[in-house]
Every structure is written in C-alpha cells, then in structure tokens.
C-alpha cells in the first residue's frame, strides 16, 4: 500500500501553531480556493492534512486490526468517550496504558466527548446544565457525563486529541434551543479546560456550534477562538440538514476560524462532501460512512458505490476498481465478492479493506493537488467523474464561492448544469 509521501521536499512552513502537545505547519496552500496541506505533528504520530480518520467506535474497526489500518496509511482514528468510558471503563484503560497501549495502535487518536448521544440516544438522555444524564445502555443504569467527566475520561483513554463535551442539538432543530446550547456549550468548554489534567500530552479542540443560525456559528467561532486552543471543530451539522445550508455553515466556521491551526468538520465522509469542504478551508474529517456501508455490500469508487450485492455483479470478473492497489482489488473480483456482500464476515472484511483505502487514496490525491497547485483542475475532473454534467446545486454553489466556477467550460471543454440535489445518500451504481 502507498504511503503519503506528497509533502517531500517541503520544509519551510507558510504558517505556522506551537502547542505543548500538537505542532501544526502548513506547508502549501491552493491559489484559487481556501485549501492547504498541512503537516500536524501530534504526541504519537505526524499526520498529513487534509485527512479522513476511520471512526472506531469503541477502540476497534469492524473487521480491520490496527496492523492493517498501517498498512492502509490510516494516520488518525477515532473511539467514542462514551462508550469506551462505559466498556471497558477507565480503569481498565488506565491498567493497560491508555487505548493505544490497549488496542496496541502507535499512530494517532481522537475520542469523541460523548456529546453526539444527546441526539443520537437522546430518549435515553437528560440535559441539563450540570451536564447529561444516560441511560446506560449496556446495562440500563443512569449516567451523569459532565464536562469534567467528559475531560476525566478522555485523560484516561490517552488520546491525542480530546473533544470538548458540547450540547449538541439536531442541526434541523430551530428556535432558542439553538442559542441556548451555543452558549452552553462555551460554558462547558471552559469547565472541560480546568479540568483538563494532561495539556502537554494531550489536546483539547472545542467545536463550534450554532446550528443553521449564521449569527450564532459566528459568535460561537469568535468566542472559541479566544480560548487559543491547539485545533478547532465545526460540529452540530451532516445532521440531515440541506446541504445548501450545511456548506455555508463550514464556510462561514472556515472564515474565522485561525489560519494556523487544524480545523476538523465533524461526521462528514462521503467523497464529494471531502472535496468540497477541503476548498473550503476544512483539515480533518471523520464519518462512519466508509466502514457502515461496506457491511451492506457496498464499494466505494469514483463514481459512487457498487452495490456489490446486485444480481448484476454474479459474472462480474472484474475487480471493484483496477487503479486501487488494495489487497482487496488486488485478489477477489466483484463476482466473489457479490457472494460475500452483506451476507458473510469475510465480505465485510474485504469491502472494510477497500472502503478505507479508497478514502485514504482520495485524501492523498487531495493533499497532492494541492501541493502541485492544481486543486481546481482536481475538483473539475472529480466532479466530472462522480457525477458527469449535471451536478448538485450546492456543490457548484459551494465551490463558486471559492472561485471554482463549474458551470464555464474548462480547458477540456467540460462544464456542469445544476440540479437542484442534496444527494445526501451515496448514489449506488
């Protein structure tokens, strides 16, 4: 498997943030939109920005060990605070070392706060100013999860980067809620911050909230940044929310956001969504995406997915894509797979190999057109393949307003017409 070597050669910084626990350097940035590559220098491992952190939820991903997320050139993943700090619990944790020592895994962590399950599990969930109260579901008892347990918790676990606990409403939610856990949520961040017992060995990124509300994502943004912390996180979207509104969100976050330092737009995964949110300004994703659908059949390429499972795939000789040089690409055809799609773990397994390496080959591609400066041609050609000549309405949008023009015709001649499309599931073909 490749392995990110498009920084080679690039020494000298254009920007650069110091903190005791994360040292990031931007190392070239696109002449026509908001995009950079960046070098980010974390407790255990150097990772390369933009990147796309596989989502472990609770220290494992599904049908991958960690010595094959190596080889997959996976530089960060991530594990939930919540249920890690229900199972195996903190104590355990601490016994073996932290996750990494644990699950033996020497590259790069992120654990989420837990605060996602005020709207994932919000019927099992009770928010108050205190903090959230669980239902456990693992063995029905309650749980308080406070910022500073949210902090406590996290320590244990050891991650490179910590999640600050926000109170996370749904992105379709509107009215005072809204501004109520915007606020919240800075309150919250400041207890997480005191209680925050590893700063030189960890880091702590606060996220962004505000909903849709262009107003309130702007103060919440301006009031982050003054906490001058390592990183920063655009949260509370990739929620259902249309995605006309969901790109003026990230870009509005971009804007304010420091130059310096990682930004990290959070759940999101799908490729077009990756493309569009690197031009404007974002450094690290995560989402589930990748590794859920391939337990559904589904292989991701260029073009969308192959939903290996259809009838149409029974002779199909083929591998699922002949430029990826995955393990998987390399030795079992659609045919065998549509055997295993969906129905055996072997298939999960093959299909997981792929998912992550076409996103880590995508990220690479990400990172190297931007070095080479020749995003925009980049994000022509992908669009081009992903969805030929008529293309979301709020992608064309999105990428107008960082001078990526896909309606006039480029050098090749191409150009796209809009239609009005949020594709928010993943076209299967």
């Not at 050139?73 to 890690?84: A, E, K, P, R, S």
């Not at 669980?134 to 910022?147: A, I, R, S, V």
């Amino acid at each position: 498997m490749t392995t990110s070597s498009e920084f080679d050669g690039l020494d000298t910084p254009l920007e650069t943030s110091s903190s005791p626990a994360l040292k990031f350097e931007v190392l070239a940035k696109c002449s026509t939109t908001k995009a950079r590559a960046s070098r980010m220098h974390l407790p255990h491992y150097t990772a390369h920005t933009p990147m796309f952190m596989p989502v472990g939820t609770m220290g494992t991903i599904k049908g991958l060990t960690t010595k094959q997320l190596e080889q997959l050139d996976c530089h960060v993943i991530l594990g939930n605070t919540y249920h890690l700090g229900s199972r195996p619990g903190p104590e355990l944790l601490e016994k073996a070392g932290g996750l990494h020592e644990f699950m033996t895994w020497n590259r790069g962590l992120l654990t989420d706060s837990g605060g996602f399950q005020m709207v994932s599990l919000l019927k099992l969930a009770n928010i108050t100013e205190e903090g959230v109260e669980f239902e456990n579901p693992h063995d029905g008892k309650m749980m308080m999860l406070t910022p500073e347990m949210s902090i406590g918790l996290q320590n244990s676990i050891g991650a490179d980067i910590m999640m600050q606990l926000d109170d996370v409403v749904s992105s379709l939610t509107t009215g005072p809620r809204v501004e109520e856990a915007m606020w919240r949520s800075v309150r919250w961040l400041d207890r997480g911050i005191k209680a925050h017992k590893r700063p030189t060995e960890q880091n702590l990124f606060p996220i962004v909230q505000g909903g849709l509300d262009e107003r309130l994502r702007t103060i919440s943004a301006q009031q982050l940044i003054q906490r001058d912390s390592p990183g920063y996180a655009i949260g509370g979207l990739s929620g259902g929310e249309a995605k006309g509104q969901f790109w003026r969100m990230v870009n509005l976050s971009t804007d304010i956001l420091p130059t310096n330092k990682p930004r990290y737009c959070m759940g999101v995964g799908y490729g077009e969504d990756l493309v569009v949110c690197s031009a404007l300004g974002v450094d690290m994703y995560d989402c589930v995406f990748p590794t859920r659908t391939a337990r559904f059949g589904n292989a991701l390429v260029r073009t969308g997915s192959l939903a290996l499972h259809k009838g149409k795939y029974r002779n199909d000789t083929a591998p699922i894509d002949s430029d990826c040089d995955c393990a998987t690409c390399a030795r079992y055809s659609r045919a065998y797979l549509h055997i295993a799609a969906s129905k055996e773990t072997t298939g999960c397994h093959l299909l997981t190999v792929h998912n992550i390496a076409f996103q880590m080959r995508l990220m690479r591609d990400i990172r190297q057109a931007i070095v080479d400066d020749c995003y925009p041609q980049f994000v022509r050609s992908f669009m081009r393949t992903r969805f030929g000549k008529t293309v979301p309405r709020w992608i064309i949008d999105a990428l107008k307003s960082v001078h990526i023009d896909l309606t006039v015709p480029d050098e090749t001649g191409y150009f796209a017409t809009a239609i009005d499309a949020d594709f928010q599931k993943e076209p299967n073909v």
